[in-house]
Each structure stands twice: as C-alpha cells, then as structure tokens.
C-alpha cells in the first residue's frame, strides 16, 4: 500500500505564492506518474500538473507559466510551486501517484489553498 501527506495549503493574496508539499511512502513502484489535481467546491476535479520519473512535466493550461511541479526521487516527494495566485485557483488540492504498469491510483488527503482577491 501507498500513503501520500500533502503540506503546505493555506490562505494568500492574490498575486502571491505558495509551495505544496507530497510524500509518498510505502511500497512504491520505481517508475511512477505524481502529481496535482485541485477540486473547487461543486466542479469536478480537475488535473493541475504531473510529472514522471524521468522529469517531464505536464500542466493544465490555466496554470502554466505560473506553477512548477518538481519532485525528488530519492524522497518519494513531489512539489508544486504556486506563483501569481488568482482567486480562481482556490480549491482542495490533492497529491496523486500512479503506476501505470500495474493500474495502481493513490491519491491524497487533501490540502486546501484559497486564495483571496
């Protein structure tokens, strides 16, 4: 089993930053997909970015050129960086592993982030 503990949600000024933490632990497969998905209260989950093993990143549209996910392998962990925060970015925003080679989903607690005007 797998166990991911996101941190660093909290309450910003729009324009301002913040920085998501997530540590996987457990037994986890070498070759892996991590990243962020955020749910504002009556949408669906949406995806915000992920990242692979090897490094390459994909991000949703609305937040490129603004978020950077990173992650070290060595800690199980990956990273959002959240600069120029919006209003419109406020959600619950939840860490997900996958391993696509077995069909295994985890996903996260969650963590909420709001971000006022």
């Known amino acids: 089993q797998v166990q991911l503990v996101e941190s660093g949600g909290g309450l910003v000024q729009a324009g301002g930053s913040l920085r998501l933490s997530c540590a996987a632990s457990?037994?986890?497969?070498?070759?892996?997909?991590m990243g962020w998905y955020r749910q504002a209260p009556g949408k669906p989950r949406d995806l915000v970015a992920t990242?692979?093993?090897?490094?390459?990143?994909d991000y949703a549209d609305s937040v490129k050129g603004r978020f950077t996910i990173s992650r070290d392998n060595a800690k199980n962990t990956v990273y959002l960086q959240m600069n120029s925060l919006k209003p419109e970015d406020t959600a619950v925003y939840y860490c997900?592993?996958?391993?696509?080679?077995?069909?295994?989903?985890?996903w996260g607690q969650g963590t909420q982030v709001t971000v006022s005007s």
């Open positions: 457990g037994r986890i497969f070498n070759v892996n997909v």
């Open positions: 997900n592993l996958r391993v696509p080679v077995l069909g295994n989903n985890y």
């Open positions: 990242i692979i093993t090897s490094g390459s990143t």
